[in-house]
């Protein structure tokens, strides 16, 4: 795991401000091989294996593409908040940018990576803004479970007999 911290105090014309960026990068390995953790990933409708989230609107077969906004809705708060598709190279990098308050603004990037080792995952989340500090208190036990909760989503797919 990686912290990363950052607090901006800025004086203009308007007056003072400050900002608060928080970054902390997560990792897991699998035993399921880069395929079957991408299209787990990238399943957009399917999030029950994620920690945060309860469900999305996305149909389900709907393949993920920068551009695309959809809404998903967490199991801390039933409130929709949206969700920007930034990047997507195929088996490798997935990025979004989470809106959900004023104040906060939330990046994603998740990483799928094939070693001798077996399948890295890597969760990566960036807070920014004057609430991150609240809010990362409030997801942070959450967050640090994601890159294991897919990796064991995708082993327990390869696990399942497939008839």
């Known amino acids: 795991?990686?912290?990363?911290?950052?607090?901006?105090?800025?004086?203009?014309?308007?007056?003072?401000?400050?900002?608060?960026?928080?970054?902390?990068?997560y990792r897991a390995v699998s035993s399921a091989?880069?395929?079957?953790?991408?299209?787990?990933?990238?399943?957009?409708?399917?999030v029950s294996w994620h920690p945060l989230l309860r469900c999305t609107n996305v149909p389900k077969g709907l393949v993920a593409k920068p551009?695309?906004?959809?809404?998903?809705?967490?199991?801390?708060?039933?409130?929709?908040?949206?969700?920007?598709?930034?990047?997507?190279?195929?088996?490798?990098?997935?990025s979004v940018r989470v809106l959900a308050i004023l104040g906060v603004?939330?990046?994603?990037?998740?990483?799928?990576?094939?070693?001798?080792?077996?399948?890295?995952?890597?969760?990566?989340v960036t807070l920014r803004g004057w609430l991150s500090p609240l809010v990362w208190w409030l997801i942070r036990s959450y967050e640090a479970r994601v890159a294991s909760e897919l990796a064991l989503a995708a082993e327990q797919v390869t696990i399942q007999p497939q008839g």
Not at 105 to 124: D, H, I, K, L
């Open 1 to 25: 795991m990686i912290l990363n911290f950052s607090f901006k105090f800025i004086v203009d014309r308007q007056g003072a401000s400050f900002q608060f960026s928080l970054a902390r990068t």
């Open 33 to 46: 091989s880069v395929d079957v953790l991408w299209q787990k990933l990238i399943n957009l409708a399917d």
């Open 67 to 94: 551009g695309l906004i959809y809404q998903e809705v967490t199991r801390l708060m039933p409130i929709p908040i949206r969700v920007f598709v930034e990047r997507v190279r195929p088996g490798e990098l997935f």
């Open 105 to 124: 603004e939330q990046r994603v990037t998740y990483q799928v990576e094939s070693t001798v080792c077996g399948t890295y995952v890597s969760y990566s």
